[in-house]
């Protein structure tokens, strides 16, 4: 009984330890995305059918760019633009672009921020029952949280243990939840927070062209239907 008790002790203070070690690295992660200010992230994105298999059934890629209020957001499927100009939004599979100008009653969407990528330190605790530093994996800090009985119920993150920054996620979702989905690989293959994007990068141009005082999708998107949708007109209301 002694020993059960001793090994019971000894547990709890690993993850005692653990849990305190990854709460201040979680606040030294979240200081760090906060003062990027522009970032160049690409993400692989690789989809399981079992914990235990090497072999993904789907593989996707995401990437997010942004430079000062200009973002673009890319995956396999979609496209969008957002510049001081307009927002530009493609849908590959039904080759649509929508072209919103932003006018006196289209307001511009909240640029993204590198703060809002990472969740809230507490809440992060709380979502995971156990919390385990699993040592140094290929030069990054490795921390397993585990909640057996929730929706996610094993995260593995992979930290950089210079710039605590996130180059490594493994999900694990409930089987019962997600019986042909279950393992969820996400790699950073690239992480780029000081980037050099060249003159236009971010320019409609790319996408729509002028012609005539109208909008026509540019060389490289011809096959695309574009709509335009134009900025809210409407009279005020006058007094009786």
Not at 39 to 50: D, E, L, Q, V
């Amino acid at each position: 009984m002694i020993r059960i008790w001793l090994c019971l002790g000894l547990c709890l203070m690993g993850f005692l330890c653990s849990a305190q070690n990854f709460e201040a690295d979680l606040e030294k992660m979240q200081n760090a995305y906060v003062s990027i200010s522009d970032f160049h992230f690409k993400m692989k994105i690789r989809h399981f059918t079992s914990p235990q298999s090497n072999s993904p059934v789907a593989t996707e890629t995401m990437e997010a760019c942004k430079s000062g209020e200009q973002v673009i957001f890319r995956t396999d499927d979609y496209q969008i633009l957002v510049n001081n100009e307009c927002m530009i939004s493609l849908a590959k599979a039904n080759k649509v672009m929508v072209y919103a100008p932003f006018g006196e009653y289209n307001e511009e969407p909240e640029s993204l921020d590198t703060e809002q990528i990472m969740p809230e330190v507490d809440s992060l605790l709380q979502q995971f029952e156990s919390i385990i530093f699993k040592g140094i994996t290929s030069g990054l800090k490795h921390y397993r949280l585990t909640s057996p009985n929730a929706m996610i119920m094993q995260m593995d993150l992979f930290i950089d243990p210079t710039e605590f920054l996130i180059r490594k996620t493994v999900l694990l979702y409930h089987p019962r939840l997600f019986p042909d989905n279950q393992k969820v690989e996400i790699d950073y293959i690239l992480t780029d927070v000081n980037p050099d994007f060249p003159t236009g990068y971010f320019a409609e141009t790319q996408f729509v062209d002028r012609q005539d005082d109208e909008l026509v999708p540019s060389k490289g998107y011809q096959a695309y239907t574009l709509v335009v949708n134009t900025p809210f007109e409407f009279e005020p209301e006058t007094g009786q």
